[in-house]
Structure formats: C-alpha cells, structure tokens
C-alpha cells in the first residue's frame, strides 16, 4: 500500500474541501479506510472511516452531517466531502488503511497512513 493524500488548502469558514486519497499499489480494496486529522497542539483524532465496500460509515460527532467519506475501488481512491468547513477543522489529515475490512477508531487498528493534506480554514 503506498498512499498518497491531497485536495488540502485554505478556506474561508462555510467553504468546502474534497480530499482524496490514493492507493497507488492497488491493494487497499479490501480494507476499511479511515481519516484522521491532527489539529496544532492536539493529539491525532479520528475523523471518519467507510467500510471496504462502502456500505458501513461512522464519524466524528462534530463532522457528523458536514463531512462524507466515501470510495471509489475502481479507482483506488477514498474521498472526504467537507462542507461548512468551520475554524477548529484546521488540522493536518491524514488517510490510514486498516488491517481489516472495517474500520475503527483507534490509530492502532491502522497499518498504512498516507503523508498528510494540510487544511486551513480561516474565520
């Protein structure tokens, strides 16, 4: 699995993002995928996680209706939709590909992580 995270930037506060995440080894198909993000001065949280077929979703209770995870196997990629975007979604995020078909929300459950896609969202 090689990952690669992009789709990050700077938005006003009720602007929306897309992140993308690619598995350039095309191997990931069979794993749940998560997000995680990384605030300034905060320890790593869990942001949203899709099953590997897509079916089964759970997130972070603060992104609950503003965010969408979603995949696309056909294309080896994993996206999250962020919408309404407010201040404190700032963070470095991260994708993770779990060790097993689905999710968590536990760092530990995740063997490969992605580099990181800065997101900024200015007030």
């Known amino acids: 699995v090689q990952l690669q995270a992009s789709g990050g930037g700077l938005v006003q506060a009720g602007g929306s993002l897309r992140l993308s995440c690619v598995d350039s080894?095309?191997?990931?198909?069979?794993?749940?995928v998560s997000w995680f993000r990384r605030a300034p001065g905060k320890e790593r949280e869990f942001v949203a996680t899709?099953?590997?077929?897509?079916?089964?979703?759970f997130y972070l209770d603060s992104v609950k209706g503003r965010f969408t995870i979603s995949r696309d196997n056909n294309k080896n990629t994993v996206y999250l939709q962020m919408n309404s975007l407010k201040p404190e979604d700032t963070a470095v995020y991260y994708c993770?590909?779990?060790?097993?078909?689905?999710?968590?929300?536990?760092?530990?459950?995740?063997?490969?992580w992605g580099q990181g896609t800065e997101v900024t969202v200015s007030s």
């Open positions: 080894k095309r191997t990931f198909s069979n794993n749940a």
């Open positions: 993770a590909v779990a060790r097993r078909s689905y999710g968590s929300r536990s760092p530990e459950d995740y063997a490969y």
């Open positions: 899709v099953s590997w077929r897509g079916g089964n979703t």
